[in-house]
């Protein structure tokens, strides 16, 4: 309940009694006023309550009060978000038991958003998901960054051989004919629902996202897919720069997210490389 609703009810009160009673209308009216002036400190408690929960004995860290600390290759997450399984939501079977599922608060709300809206334009297909951090970050075994929960793998949206959602075992790589690699020929990389997700990370309002990479002949196909949809000018415009293959690592498998620091984790919170016109 809004603790000033009561206050409120307070000040009502003191007027009905202060009527019936047979005070001299000075006391009355010094009744309201004082009765007035305590709602309008309590007020002034709630609003500074609800700007910082984390004030007085009773409050508890809330899970969007997660940190991120330090860079994406050497850093750590306090109070980490888990991401869970949900309707919308799955675990790459590979990365399902090691448990690193942990995001900051606005990485997590960004992926559950951008799958549940997968989901309706598109039903029938959850995200993928691969490893964020650890759930206190730091060093992760196969990964240079996915230090402090700004960072995310996602296989892709995928349709077997009669065109179905697969969900497969491990992220499956895939060609320039949208064709499956090595043991997995049959598959087919889904563009309607892959470009849907880029397209709804790409354009969110709260999570700013710094690189999607992804492999060259990919981020081509999903640009073609996005023209062909007939996307806002400003998210192809928006997808065409985020997207890219860095060196080293194709990423014909799998695309990796990375999200600017939130500025309420500000200065602890570092980022480096590229910053596009919308980072906050
Ligand atoms: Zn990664």
């Known amino acids: 309940m809004n603790p000033t609703a009561g206050c409120v009810l307070r000040a009502a009160d003191f007027l009905r009694v202060s009527r019936k009673t047979r005070y001299p209308r ?3 009216v010094f009744l309201v006023a004082l009765a007035l002036a305590l709602t309008t400190a309590a007020v002034a408690t709630a609003d500074r309550t609800s700007a910082d929960p984390t004030r007085g004995p009773a409050a508890r860290p809330l899970p969007h009060r997660s940190r991120s600390l330090g860079l994406p290759f050497r850093g750590h997450l306090r109070d980490g978000v888990l991401l869970r399984e949900s309707a919308h939501v799955r675990y790459v079977t590979e ?3 090691a448990g690193n599922h942990y995001g900051t608060w606005e990485l997590v709300q960004l992926l559950e958003r951008a799958a549940y809206r997968v989901s309706r334009r598109l039903p029938g297909a959850k995200l993928s998901v691969g490893e964020l951090s650890a759930e206190r970050g730091g060093r992760l075994p ?3 960054s996915h230090q402090n929960g700004r960072d995310v793998d996602l296989g892709f949206y995928m349709l077997d051989a009669r065109g179905r959602p697969y969900d497969a075992f491990a992220f499956a790589e895939f060609g ?7 043991p997995n020929t049959s598959l087919r990389f889904d563009d309607a629902r892959n470009w849907e997700l880029v397209a709804k990370l790409v354009a969110d309002g709260d999570a700013r996202v ?6 060259r002949h990919l981020k081509d196909r999903l640009l073609a897919e996005g023209r062909r949809r007939r996307a806002p000018a400003s998210v192809l415009a928006r997808a065409e720069r985020v997207m890219a293959q860095p060196t080293g690592h194709a990423h014909a498998n799998h695309f990796h997210l990375r999200i600017y620091c939130s500025p309420s984790n500000r200065p602890a919170c570092k980022d480096q490389g590229v910053r596009h016109p919308w980072a906050p």
């Open 26 to 28: 000075e006391v009355r």
């Open 176 to 182: 320039p004919n949208g064709q499956g690699r090595g």
């Open 210 to 215: 710094q690189h999607l990479f992804v492999a």
């Open 95 to 97: 990365y399902a038991t």
């Open 142 to 144: 196969g990964h240079a």
